[in-house]
């Protein structure tokens, strides 16, 4: 008991150094190029974490949550612009606004998009993004077109310009988390867990799939599209193929298989490791798409070389190292001297 | 009316090469059960195989197939052998991301090479054209046509009449049966690769003549490949080919009858009507396996 609430103490201890270091960030990081470089690895948290919801804990790879993201931007914007909202920090009282109207638009495609499974769904999801983006450029009276929506330019500068981006990036990435982390705990993350295991058998046993597989869409897209409206107006123009971009779209999903599909903190170090990374490749090699084959060289690496994520393959290099020495010649001794050994026996 | 019946005409032409695109896409899905998202970007690969053989030594496009479909059949085997083989748990999953990123890599290699100007290929029966009744069509749509025809009956050939057709049939229908009666699965999947890849050569040349093209104009090519697939029915090459036509008719109708900016509109219109009604798609068998 004392050990397991040893490990419990530590655990949040460790989570609210891990949230002070985040919170106090811009206090001692101030020049803009590093609060930047923040701002992104703050918004790939949160995308992570959203994504996974759906893609790590029911199995099912939506390739298209761009779509949620540019969406949230842009209901942001033409909420902006229509209500005559003035900026400064008003508009972020309309990022939950623009959550709840992707939630919408995930409902609609959702429903058609899960009466698909595996490979089909995935390809819906591509096909979803498309469409979004078209409906972008083509509805020009509400969204601009191709020439773009523009945001009010927030009235701050200098050093401080950043900060309060962060913080709203923050703020939905704990969110994210916290709603990770109880669905992780729920009767209704363990049917979606069991979704992911075997839909058919799940289904046997009275999980109602189809309305988990969808609260769980709706959850993950309701997310991403808040960070898409908070990424809207700290970039202050949108254009179709720029909000609703198939990169931004991969990238969350490699983060959360960098760091171990369906783990609750995978997500978080996936994207605090290729983040940073993918920025500093954009900087180097600035306009020239010879960045892109440096990113595509790191996923592939990641893919062939780590492919359940660094989280579920660490955890067993743990549980291995342990079990050997439980059952090794000089276990007795070893069980005796390490406090953990035991509970180091862990479902992968 | 008129302006309707040279849109289906347009669409049957044009349709041609999407189904040659398509029938190697579902191809590769189904021998290896993965979506090759990577097959806009071998597309545009060849396209800008053929494009620099144009360039540098004025090869005519369609003669310079003559070594890009083998030097592409080469790349796809290649591909197949050290990014796609290697993979074994949630192989779906991590194919797609896995395709991804090689789409991404063609898209960089391309960019550095080429620049994102906007090109295409070019070749006297580009711009000359002849009249039947009253519309001018393009030699470049009928060659195209032709030799998609021509590729699309030789797959078929290989596919129904060839000792080697008949393991990648087994193969596409199970897997754990065919390598039980003997047929080396890994072989046919590396050579299905190649065969796939090799056709989107073949596709990038005709795509290449009739559309200006940049690195970057895989991700639209994909999204139309990817949704012809599913209509028609994932791993079915008839389905393919059919839902290439009607999608490409349909689309080429809409332009004429709504507007040129909702035609792209309507091709996802029709996926989704297709996944409410159909989900399997129009040939397809329900895919039950677990991502």
Redesign the interface.
């Known amino acids: 008991m004392t050990r397991l609430r040893r490990k419990d103490a530590a655990k949040a201890i460790a989570m609210v150094a891990v949230v002070g270091f985040a919170l106090l960030v811009p206090v001692f990081a101030t020049d803009p190029a590093t609060t930047n470089i923040a701002v992104f690895t703050a918004m790939y948290v949160g995308l992570a974490t959203s994504w996974n919801i759906m893609g790590g804990y029911t199995?099912?790879?939506s390739?298209g949550h761009a779509a949620f993201f540019g969406f949230g931007a842009y209901a942001l914007g033409v909420m902006l612009a229509h209500l005559g909202i003035p900026s400064g920090f008003e508009p972020f009282l309309f990022v939950p606004v623009a959550g709840i109207l992707t939630a919408l638009l995930a409902v609609g495609i959702g429903w058609?998009?899960l009466?698909?499974?595996?490979?089909?769904?995935?390809?819906?999801t591509?096909?979803?993004?498309?469409?979004i983006q078209?409906?972008a450029e083509?509805l020009s009276g509400l969204t601009g077109g191709g020439a773009g929506l523009s945001f009010p330019v927030p009235p701050w500068s200098g050093d401080f310009y950043n900060t309060p981006f962060y913080y709203a990036m923050v703020v939905i990435a704990l969110l994210a988390l916290g709603v990770s982390w109880l669905i992780r705990r729920s009767k209704f993350g363990l049917g979606l867990l069991a979704i992911?295991?075997?839909?058919?058998k799940a289904l046997a046993v009275g999980v109602p799939a189809r309305a988990y597989k969808l609260t769980a869409f709706i959850i993950s897209a309701a997310l991403v599209g808040m960070i898409g409206a908070v990424y809207g107006y700290y970039v202050t123009y949108i254009y179709p193929q720029f909000a609703i971009d198939?990169?931004i779209g991969?990238s969350m999903?490699?983060m959360v298989?960098l760091g171990g599909?369906g783990t609750l903190w995978g997500p978080v170090l996936g994207a605090v490791i290729l983040e940073p990374a993918q920025l500093s490749f954009a900087y180097t090699f600035g306009a020239?798409?010879?960045?892109?084959?440096?990113?595509?060289?790191v996923?592939?690496l990641v893919?062939?070389l780590l492919?359940?994520g660094i989280i579920p393959s660490f955890m067993d290099l743990v549980a291995r190292v342990r079990r050997r020495r439980a059952v090794g010649p000089s276990a007795p001794a070893a069980t005796a001297s390490d406090p953990h050994a035991v509970a180091g026996i862990q479902s992968p | 009316m008129t302006l309707v019946l040279e849109a289906v005409i347009f669409g049957i032409l044009t349709g041609g090469v999407y189904a040659l695109m398509a029938s190697g896409l579902t191809l590769i899905f189904g021998v290896m059960r993965i979506i090759n998202v990577g097959h806009g970007a071998l597309v545009i690969l060849g396209a800008y195989l053929s494009f620099a053989l144009f360039k540098s030594a004025h090869i005519d496009p369609f003669l310079s197939l003559v070594a890009t479909m083998p030097a592409m059949f080469l790349i796809g085997v290649v591909l197949q052998v050290v990014f796609v083989r290697p993979l074994k748990d949630n192989r779906e999953a991590l194919s797609v991301l896995v395709t991804y990123a090689l789409a991404l890599g063609i898209e960089g290699l391309l960019g550095f090479i080429f620049s994102n100007n906007l090109v295409q290929l070019n070749a006297w029966y580009e711009t000359s054209s002849f009249a039947v009744f009253d519309f001018h069509i393009a030699y470049v749509y009928v060659f195209g046509f032709g030799l998609c025809l021509a590729i699309l009956a030789a797959m078929f050939v290989i596919l129904y009449r060839t000792d080697f057709g008949a393991a990648i049939r087994a193969t596409m229908l199970n897997r754990t049966a065919a390598q039980l009666i003997g047929v080396n699965v890994d072989r046919v999947s590396a050579l299905a690769f190649g065969i796939g890849v090799s056709t989107a050569a073949a596709g990038g040349v005709v795509f290449g003549l009739t559309n200006a093209f940049n690195p970057g104009s895989h991700y639209d090519l994909i999204s139309r490949l990817l949704t012809i697939i599913v209509l028609g029915g994932l791993g079915s090459l008839r389905g393919a080919v059919i839902g290439a036509v009607l999608m490409l008719i349909v689309e080429d109708v809409a332009a004429v009858v709504i507007s040129p900016v909702w035609a792209n509109f309507v091709f996802f219109v029709i996926l989704v009507v297709v996944l409410v009604v159909r989900p399997q798609g129009l040939y397809g068998i329900r895919v039950r396996e677990r991502i």
Not at chain 1, 126 to 131: G, H, L
């Open positions: 199995g099912y790879i390739l058609v998009a009466r698909t499974r595996a490979a089909t769904f995935v390809i819906v591509i096909a979803m993004m498309f469409m078209l409906l083509n992911r295991d075997d839909e058919d198939p990169l991969i999903v490699l298989f599909l020239s798409k010879l960045y892109l084959v440096f990113y595509a060289a996923f592939l893919i062939l492919p359940r």
